[in-house]
T-cell receptor
């Protein structure tokens, strides 16, 4: 089944404790991206990757890191989480033929709480 | 940069009625407009999209209209059913190798029996 898999689904952590949210897609997609969803703000892009070893900042990259060492994986790293990073996070991917991020496939989300 | 405004933020309709969600965008260079549906506990899912060279597109009970001059586009759902209850997001993309997708803030649609 074609899908984007995120783990974990729920995560509670404390301020300053490094964490990684994994994302993997099995559709051989070139484009991958991370979004955060907050009430009243919709979906905001954190980082995106056009292909392996190519990453770039989105609208809200502060406090986050990503890497794209393999085509299928795009982990989101929070080196020192803070309470304002409490949010619902989504990973997404697309084939990227023509418009890079059309027809996005989203993962099921990771609800992160930073205490 | 692009700014996408979406209205209303919540919408309640009776089963069988129609629902309309409206979005406006600011960047005249935007030329691709997708709509995503997010069911409770799930990630957004693409339900319909339209390109700027088309004024209207239909897929069964859903349709999207685009007015490039006014820079607004709308999602129309006819004969609503309880399973249409979800949060709907509009978005706009300005093409290019670093094309940027900007989402609206979402509309929570509730279809009541």
């Amino acid at each position: 089944e074609a899908q984007v898999t995120q783990n974990p689904r729920y995560l509670i952590t404390v301020t300053g404790k490094k964490l990684t949210v994994t994302c993997s897609q099995n559709m051989n997609h070139e484009y991958m991206s991370w979004y955060r969803q907050d009430p009243g703000l919709g979906l905001r892009q954190i980082y995106y990757s056009m292909n392996v070893e190519v990453t770039d900042k989105g609208d809200v990259p502060e406090g986050y890191k990503v890497s794209r060492k393999e085509k299928r994986n795009f982990p989101l790293i929070l080196e020192s989480p803070s309470p304002n990073q409490t949010s619902l996070y989504f990973c997404a991917s697309s084939l990227s033929r023509g418009i890079a991020n059309e027809k996005l496939f989203f993962g099921s989300g990771t609800q992160l709480s930073v205490l | 940069g692009e700014n996408v405004e979406q209205h209303p933020s919540t919408l309640s309709v009776q089963e069988g009625d129609s629902a309309v969600i409206k979005c406006t965008y600011s960047d005249s260079a935007s030329n691709y407009f997708p709509w995503y549906k997010q069911e409770l506990g799930k990630g957004p899912q693409l339900i319909i999209d339209i390109r700027s060279n088309v004024g209207e597109k239909k897929d069964q009970r859903i349709a999207v209209t685009l007015n490039k001059t006014a820079k607004h586009f709308s999602l129309h759902i006819t004969e609503t059913q309880p399973e249409d209850s979800a949060v709907y997001f509009c978005a706009a993309i300005s093409t290019g190798t670093a094309s940027k997708l900007t989402f609206g803030t979402g509309t929570r649609l509730q279809v009541t029996l």
